[in-house]
């Protein structure tokens, strides 16, 4: 009697680079990490040891939930072109190839948009809006070292979410649609993740302001996704360049907005 063997299907999970996986999960970690100040300081609050417990659970939660958005991006990515060429290279032991020009023109563009936020939000939005923060009351403000911890949140969970995960996702959709000869999405549908991805980051950020007491206004809707638009540019770098340069400009923004807005509101 004549067997045939049946080939073996390798589950999806044996093409992930694991090294990379945690590699990133750790920098994730360190991103949750260095926002605890920014975020207790935010709402007015002091850490004491009766919260511990409660912010491990919360940091156990979003590692867990974090594992599934990398997962998901890893595979994702692979499919379409898109990734962490650097961080690639390094855990392969191909070395950390970055030109310094090319680091140079990143952090600048960062920087750049950084400093175009702040001065777009103080002289514009600011005095369109003065009646709505005065119905807030004193706001407590994070100090610019807590602005550099955040920093750190910035560019690496928010990257990990907005670009790394929900980008690629739209973008792996959209080459189902249309694509290139060698199954990639077209320049067409790749604008459009970036742009979708980019608005619904600014969109989620509309709750949070809820809790705080911020009217949500057509005005203040618009000067959140004006300002959030700046990921257009994140997404362009993590399309071109690949994740870490979005990760870079995004840092140096935040550095700008947080350090720098922190010093000028003190």
Not at 32 to 57: D, F, K, R
Not at 193 to 216: D, E, K, Q, R
Request: with cysteine.
């Amino acid at each position: 009697m004549n067997t045939q063997t049946m080939p073996d299907k390798k589950s999806p999970l044996s093409s992930i680079n694991w090294r990379l996986f945690f590699t990133l999960l750790v920098l994730v970690a360190i991103g949750l990490i260095a926002l605890i100040p920014y975020g207790l300081s935010a709402v007015g609050q002091n850490l004491t040891q009766e919260m511990i417990p409660q912010l491990l659970i919360q940091f156990l939660g979003q590692l867990i939930l974090y594992s599934v958005l990398l997962l998901a991006g890893l595979l994702l990515g692979k499919k379409i072109g898109l990734g962490t060429p650097l961080l690639s290279g390094l855990v392969e032991g191909k070395g950390f190839a970055f030109e310094k020009k090319g680091i140079g023109t990143v952090v600048f563009s960062g920087l750049f948009v950084g400093v175009l936020m702040i001065l777009l939000d103080l002289r514009v939005f600011a005095p369109l809006l003065e009646l709505q923060l005065q119905m807030l009351g004193e706001i407590v403000r994070p100090t610019a070292w807590e602005g550099f911890l955040a920093s750190f949140y910035g560019g690496i969970v928010e990257e990990i979410m907005t670009r790394f995960f929900l980008l690629t996702l739209l973008a792996c959709v959209g080459s189902k649609i249309s694509h290139t000869e060698d199954g990639r999405p077209t320049p067409a549908v790749m604008w459009i993740s970036i742009i979708l991805s980019t608005l619904i980051f600014g969109l989620g950020h509309l709750p949070s302001a809820t809790v705080m007491g911020v009217p949500l206004t057509p005005l203040y809707i618009i000067r959140t996704l004006l300002l959030n638009s700046v990921g257009i540019l994140y997404g362009w770098l993590y399309w071109k360049r690949g994740l870490e340069s979005a990760m870079l400009a995004h840092f140096s923004t935040d550095l700008v907005v947080h350090m720098l807005g922190a010093i000028l509101l003190a």
